[in-house]
T-cell receptor, first 120, second 118 residues
Framework: AQTVTQSQPEMSVQEAETVTLSCTYDTSESNYYLFWYKQPPSRQMILVIRQEAYKQQNATENRFSVNFQKAAKSFSLKISDSQLGDTAMYFCAFMKLGALFYNQGGKLIFGQGTELSVKP | GAGVSQSPRYKVAKRGQDVALRCDPISGHVSLFWYQQALGQGPEFLTYFQNEAQLDKSGLPSDRFFAERPEGSVSTLKIQRTQQEDSAVYLC????????????????FGPGTRLTVL
């Protein structure tokens, strides 16, 4: 079974600074995806960034980037130039790839979350 | 609509009552997921549909939980004889799903239904 662990329940950062959220996972699978989702207070969960395990290059999306260390099973999220709107719960999630010829739209396995506060 | 919608947004039930939670996925999305999110925790998988077929219900915590998607669009999660431990936010997500190998399909989440069992 796969597990996802986020060891930082809460973090805070000053506006415009950089913060890194940690995530480790455990799996025996070789093909999978990793995600970071953002859940603002009382708002819907949205995808921040995704990483395919077979890609060595770390994914980036504007101010968001990941440090994917497959051997160490580590997947951290770096947020640069933090903004007040980045305040939210952040969840790391794992998804196993589906069967060879049909993507079964795999279920997400989430970590416990990190509550990030961006302070002015 | 443009996104996944869920109703009701809030539900208060007395212990022992039955509840039904509705999910309207994004039009054309084949895959539909239900997750349970306890307070201060990450979502946990409950069940998954591909069109009207329930392909995975391994996460349903007991036989009091039942989900259906009879026409492959709207889905209903039913909880019978609710217990206090059922109090949580129930999230629905949908994805397009394709037959392409190695393609991940982003799951789009609804706002959730917050269930409180007294």
């Amino acid at each position: 079974a796969q597990t996802v662990t986020q060891s930082q329940p809460e973090m805070s950062v000053q506006e415009a600074e950089t913060v890194t959220l940690s995530c480790t996972y455990d799996t025996s699978e070789s093909n999978y995806y990793l995600f970071w989702y953002k859940q603002p207070p009382s708002r819907q969960m949205i995808l921040v960034i995704r990483q395919e395990a077979y890609k060595q290059q770390n994914a980036t999306e504007n101010r968001f980037s990941v440090n994917f260390q497959k051997a160490a099973k580590s997947f951290s999220l770096k947020i640069s130039d933090s903004q007040l709107g980045d305040t939210a719960m952040y969840f790391c999630a794992f998804m196993k790839l589906g069967a060879l010829f049909y993507n079964q739209g795999g279920k997400l396995i989430f970590g416990q979350g990190t509550e990030l506060s961006v302070k002015p | 609509g443009a996104g996944v919608s869920q109703s009701p947004r809030y539900k208060v039930a007395k212990r022992g009552q039955d509840v039904a939670l509705r999910c309207d996925p994004i039009s054309g999305h084949v895959s539909l997921f239900w997750y349970q999110q306890a307070l201060g925790q990450g979502p946990e998988f409950l069940t998954y549909f591909q069109n009207e077929a329930q392909l995975d219900k391994s996460g349903l915590p007991s036989d009091r939980f039942f989900a259906e998607r009879p026409e492959g669009s709207v889905s209903t999660l039913k909880i019978q004889r609710t217990q206090q431990e059922d109090s949580a936010v129930y999230l629905c997500a949908s994805s397009l799903a394709t037959a392409l190998v190695g393609r991940s399909d982003e799951q789009f989440f609804g706002p959730g239904t917050r269930l409180t069992v007294l």
